[in-house]
């Protein structure tokens, strides 16, 4: 069974930075986040694949965060910078083995338990 533990949300002020954290059990995978804001769809947010050559993001972020992976501590990061309360959500690392385009939260196979991200205008 594949783990997928995150970690690093909080409450921030906008203008802050917050940097999460998604440790993996097993073997490096497709990585990608996803956030739900209260009332809302879940929606992506960035991915990276598992040698780190290819990394995607929404425009809403794109400027602001980075994705990144440490595959010799099977962790990824998304570091979020210029928070805006609208970036306020509960954020989830996803998985996946497979392909496909790395958007689609239908691709992948294991999701965490998710890290709840408060921006305070």
């Known amino acids: 069974q594949v783990q997928l533990v995150e970690s690093g949300g909080g409450l921030v002020q906008a203008g802050g930075s917050l940097r999460l954290s998604c440790a993996t059990s097993?073997?490096?995978?497709?990585m990608g986040w996803f956030r739900q804001a209260p009332g809302k769809e879940r929606e992506f947010v960035a991915a990276?694949?598992?040698?780190?050559?290819?990394?995607s993001y929404a425009d809403s972020v794109k400027g602001r965060f980075t994705i990144s992976r440490d595959n010799a501590k099977n962790t990824v990061y998304l570091q979020m910078n210029s928070l805006k309360p609208e970036d306020t959500a509960v954020y989830y690392c996803?998985?996946?083995?497979?392909?496909?385009?790395?958007?689609?939260?239908?691709?992948?196979?294991?999701w965490g338990q998710g890290t709840r991200v408060t921006v305070s205008s």
């Open positions: 996803a998985a996946r083995l497979g392909g496909g385009l790395l958007y689609s939260s239908v691709t992948y196979n294991y």
């Open positions: 097993g073997r490096t995978y497709t």
């Open positions: 990276i694949s598992s040698s780190g050559s290819r990394i």
